[in-house]
């Protein structure tokens, strides 16, 4: 699930991958977009076991580092989305949905640093180099044996 707006310039990175990923034609997994409001987000993987969503983060570090959280089983740090636009966050969407026992059996977070959070459609260098090789990490996940 590519997470994002692709009106605020880095925060576009998730849906950049996910359409990345769906060019690439990858049979084996369902591709979705969303803008990152939690209860969309909820109901989007509702029905699945299994769930990678990829985001555009704000934690301090580089921009374009990227972060891979297991959030089956850990919490994702609130200040990883204070950029967000939305008042319900997606790390505020995981808590709530791993409080009433609606979290998919594996919820993987892939989270890219962004930089710049302006209105705008350009995505900063140090992203636009992550798409390809995220996008790659994520069908070697999928394609592994769990």
């Known amino acids: 699930m590519g997470v994002g707006n692709l009106y605020r310039c880095d925060d576009a990175i998730g849906i950049l991958i996910a359409r990345n990923l769906k060019n690439k ?3 084996n997994m369902i591709v979705r977009e ?4 939690g209860t969309s987000l909820m109901e989007a993987w509702q029905h699945f076991n299994r769930v990678i969503l990829v985001d555009a983060v704000s934690s301090g ?3 374009g580092t990227l972060h891979c959280l297991d959030a089956s089983t850990d919490s ?3 200040r990883f989305f204070s950029c967000s636009s939305h008042n319900f966050s997606v790390a505020e969407a995981i808590e709530l949905a791993r409080t009433l026992n609606q979290l998919p059996q594996s919820l ?7 930089k710049n959070f302006q209105h705008g459609e350009t ?3 140090e992203l636009e180099a992550m798409i390809e ?3 790659n990490q994520i069908i070697q ?3 592994s044996p769990h």
């Open 34 to 37: 969303q803008s990152g409001e």
């Open 76 to 78: 994702i740090p609130s």
């Open 141 to 143: 996940f999928v394609s």
């Open 61 to 63: 570090a580089s921009p």
């Open 25 to 27: 034609n990858c049979g």
């Open 133 to 135: 090789p995220v996008t």
């Open 123 to 125: 995505v900063t260098p």
């Open 108 to 114: 993987k977070l892939y989270g890219i640093e962004g």
